[in-house]
């Protein structure tokens, strides 16, 4: 989430106070204003088409992403079951009506949207030279916050291809010229073999299963005059933040590598906003399990010696699986990754793979952002010469059927057993 790294100097009252007004100046009514979930995906299509330009891709069986090139470039949402499917990404309905502009995030939704690391530190984005890193002084980097991306080739089936320039200036007055391509496209069942195995796959495409796939992949150029981007003065990653519609019946699930906490770390960084209730994040020995119900603001990260490239979560109200599959390094340990932590940081190179967040109430009887929860990826940080380029693919799949053929899949990709994560969450 966009707040996904504060640090203790930060101060939640100011927050939460000059949240609660945004989201009253917005015409907030309750949560279930905001949810989404209650559209089906031709209305959640309509709604977008009133405000902005829509690329739609589809495919024969159903499956439908919806893309708005202006609004950043996002993949605002999908279906797997044609125009009267659940429509999946969270849209932030009082946002769009309203049609204001915010400095610090110009939070429209989005299933799969991209921004670049690190948000604080030394090195930080999103605060200028000097600063001290506190809300008020924070604010989304207009080359993330505002703009389009072009259409860069005509339309082809199942792909979207996007391209803008993009300039920064980072907490060191280290400034950057970035050449940025983003490519949507729909994953077909050769995809999806290659990433869960042929088993899996099999599953996915059987007759009654509803399914939809796709991918972003990423890719920032160096096209800043000829200067390198070094660890001295400061490296980016990309960083990729899907939105996806809550449930009361929604739990995230996170495969980790298992181990000594001596070697290792610990399982899962779950302080980002304070400590976690028990009932809300559990950890078993297949999976870090962790509520996406919007019923409490929460963060859970995973370190590069913990983390796969594989994370998803389960709606047991609408029976759907969901599979985020991302690119990582075969060992992430070799690779540095930027610390997204406001503040002063002792290890800026060392950051989290992946990243879930759940929404919830600003303080006790105040609304949240939205009834929605997010799966993230980053890409490591390189030091990219003049003309070098980083590339990051994250991918998302809704599986919609039968509890049987879900929990098979869940084994074959996750690791983990339904009925299992059910009683350990939702506890019936």
Same mark, same amino acid.
């Given at each position: 989430?966009?707040?996904? %790294?504060?640090?203790?100097?930060?101060?939640?009252?100011?927050?939460?106070? /000059?949240?609660?007004?945004?989201?009253?100046?917005? #015409?907030?009514?309750?949560?279930?204003?905001?949810?989404?979930?209650?559209?089906?995906?031709?209305?959640?299509?309509?709604?977008?088409?009133?405000?902005?330009?829509?690329?739609?891709?589809?495919?024969?069986?159903?499956?439908?992403?919806?893309?708005?090139?202006?609004?950043?470039?996002?993949?605002?949402?999908?279906?797997?079951?044609?125009?009267?499917?659940?429509?999946?990404?969270?849209?932030?309905?009082?946002?769009?009506?309203?049609?204001?502009?915010?400095?610090?995030?110009?939070?429209?939704?989005?299933?799969?949207?991209?921004?670049?690391? *690190?948000?604080?530190?030394?090195? @930080?984005?999103?605060?200028? *030279?000097?600063?001290?890193?506190?809300?008020?002084?924070?604010?989304? *980097?207009?080359? /993330?916050?505002?703009?389009?991306?072009?259409?860069?080739?005509?339309?082809? *089936?199942?792909?979207?291809?996007?391209?803008?320039?993009?300039?920064?200036?980072?907490?060191?007055? @280290?400034?950057?010229?970035?050449?940025?391509?983003?490519?949507?496209? /729909?994953?077909?069942?050769?995809?999806?073999?290659?990433?869960?195995?042929?088993?899996?796959?099999?599953?996915?495409?059987?007759?009654? +299963?509803?399914? +939809?796939?796709?991918?972003?992949?990423?890719?920032?150029?160096?096209?800043?005059?000829?200067?390198?981007?070094?660890?001295?003065?400061?490296?980016?990653?990309?960083?990729?933040?899907?939105?996806?519609?809550?449930?009361?019946?929604?739990?995230?699930?996170?495969?980790?590598?298992?181990?000594?906490?001596?070697?290792?770390?610990? +399982?899962?960084?779950? &302080?980002?906003?304070?400590?976690?209730?028990?009932?809300?994040?559990?950890?078993?020995?297949?999976?870090?399990?962790?509520? #996406?119900?919007? #019923?409490?603001?929460?963060?859970?990260?995973?370190?590069?010696?913990?983390?796969?490239?594989?994370?998803? %979560?389960?709606?047991?109200?609408?029976?759907?699986?969901?599979?985020?599959?991302?690119?990582?390094?075969?060992?992430?340990?070799?690779?540095?990754?930027?610390?997204?932590?406001?503040?002063?940081?002792?290890?800026?190179?060392?950051? &989290?793979?992946?990243?879930?967040?759940? &929404?919830?109430?600003?303080?006790? #009887?105040?609304?949240?952002?939205?009834?929605?929860?997010?799966?993230?990826?980053? @890409?490591?940080?390189?030091?990219?010469?003049?003309?070098?380029?980083? =590339?990051?693919?994250?991918?998302?799949?809704?599986?919609?059927? &039968?509890?049987? =053929?879900?929990?098979?899949?869940?084994?074959?990709?996750?690791?983990?057993?339904?009925?299992?994560?059910?009683?350990?969450?939702?506890?019936?």
């Amino acid at each position: 989430m966009f707040n996904s %790294s504060w640090n203790k100097s930060f101060g939640w009252p100011q927050l939460f106070a /000059l949240a609660a007004v945004v989201a009253m100046a917005a #015409g907030t009514a309750n949560a279930a204003d905001q949810k989404g979930s209650d559209m089906s995906y031709q209305e959640a299509k309509d709604f977008l088409a009133r405000y902005t330009k829509v690329v739609e891709l589809t495919n024969k069986e159903g499956g439908r992403v919806a893309i708005c090139p202006q609004w950043q470039g996002r993949v605002m949402t999908s279906t797997c079951a044609g125009p009267d499917g659940l429509s999946f990404g969270f849209i932030n309905k009082d946002f769009v009506t309203a049609g204001k502009s915010d400095l610090h995030f110009n939070n429209y939704g989005a299933e799969d949207r991209m921004w670049l690391s *690190p948000e604080g530190g030394p090195y @930080s984005l999103w605060f200028k *030279p000097g600063v001290e890193q506190v809300f008020e002084n924070w604010h989304t *980097p207009p080359a /993330l916050n505002e703009g389009e991306f072009e259409l860069s080739s005509k339309p082809e *089936p199942g792909v979207c291809r996007m391209s803008r320039l993009m300039k920064f200036r980072n907490t060191a007055d @280290s400034e950057y010229e970035l050449s940025v391509i983003r490519v949507a496209r /729909l994953l077909d069942k050769k995809d999806l073999a290659g990433l869960f195995g042929p088993a899996a796959a099999k599953l996915i495409e059987q007759d009654g +299963v509803k399914k +939809v796939a796709f991918e972003t992949v990423n890719t920032i150029t160096n096209i800043g005059a000829g200067k390198p981007m070094t660890k001295e003065k400061g490296l980016v990653s990309i960083w990729m933040l899907g939105m996806l519609n809550a449930s009361p019946q929604t739990v995230v699930i996170v495969p980790y590598k298992a181990g000594d906490e001596s070697k290792l770390g610990p +399982v899962v960084k779950s &302080d980002y906003f304070g400590t976690i209730p028990p009932e809300r994040l559990k950890i078993t020995p297949e999976a870090i399990l962790f509520m #996406g119900d919007a #019923g409490c603001r929460s963060k859970i990260g995973t370190s590069q010696k913990r983390a796969k490239n594989i994370l998803g %979560s389960i709606d047991f109200e609408h029976g759907v699986l969901t599979l985020v599959s991302f690119s990582m390094p075969d060992d992430p340990t070799k690779c540095d990754y930027m610390n997204n932590m406001w503040g002063k940081q002792d290890k800026s190179y060392s950051g &989290d793979v992946a990243n879930a967040y759940n &929404d919830g109430p600003l303080e006790p #009887g105040q609304k949240g952002m939205g009834n929605f929860y997010e799966i993230e990826s980053l @890409s490591p940080a390189v030091e990219l010469l003049m003309g070098k380029s980083l =590339t990051h693919s994250h991918r998302t799949v809704h599986v919609q059927a &039968d509890m049987g =053929t879900l929990t098979q899949l869940a084994k074959d990709v996750l690791g983990v057993d339904l009925a299992s994560v059910k009683k350990e969450m939702i506890g019936k």
